[in-house]
């Protein structure tokens, strides 16, 4: 039987990743108890997964391609906005969950030990079925348009990564934050209102003046969305700025990782 020491002296500013690789079983169940649950008291219940990014992109489409009539080079807008909405929506998907997570756990936290963490990080796993959907919607305009991936489809992987990373980054932080201050389940739905429009997922970025440059790539989704369609179409290379995004991503992640391990060990109390 293996033994379980916790020790409430720890000076360690990170958690214990070695702790999280052997509550792995527990990691995977959470994520599959997610995916069970989200439909599972619905009358049509998957075919919401197809729904919910059908309903964006018509609303993105219409807005930037009909009414604004946003230029997307050589991209039809359509499969243009897919390609941007797909990465957007694990990132705004795994934000949500992970930020709710850990108060919507509460009562398995006052009841049994195991690193916290597990719990907003099994949403990274239950994101990929949303994930999944919105990349079959987006495989099949591509047939339909005749698209065929370029040799930059490599750098696929890489940029569905950052997604993770930012969406992590950002849902541990908050999640974290909702233990003691429960305004962020209410600012979190309004960060992802706001960075759907405030991110490139239905036009370029090049369209942003230079002037705001600086500050639109502060927002780390810009970055990942345009290398996301780029790895897909071979349009135009990111702005170089894109690694000012990524580095945000980075230095949030561990901010978020390191706030989250402080507070752990008073989470069952406060909650």
Known sequence: MEKTIIDAGSRSILPNFGEVYRYRQLLF???????????????????????????????LSFVFGVVAKVDTGEVPHLLFTIAGL??????????????????????????????RIVIPLSKAISGLVD???????????????????GPYIIWLPLFLLLALFSGLAGGILASALSVRYRDFGFVIPMIVRLGLYATPVAYQASAVPESYKTLFYLNPMVGVVEGFRWSLFGTNPPDPMMFYSIAIIFVVFIIA??????????????L
């Open 29 to 59: 169940s959470l994520a599959w108890r997610d995916i069970r649950v989200k439909y599972a008291q619905t009358y049509i219940g998957l075919i919401w997964t197809f729904i919910n990014p059908i309903f964006n992109l018509i609303v």
């Open 86 to 115: 797909s990465a957007w929506t694990y990132f705004s998907t795994l934000l949500s969950d992970a930020g709710s997570s850990i108060v919507g756990a509460q009562s398995m936290i006052k009841k049994i030990y195991f690193p």
């Open 131 to 149: 994930f999944g959907v919105t990349l079959i919607c987006l495989f099949a305009l591509m047939i339909y348009y005749g698209y065929a991936p």
């Open 257 to 270: 990782v390191m706030y989250f391990h402080k507070v752990e060990a008073t989470m069952a109390d406060i």
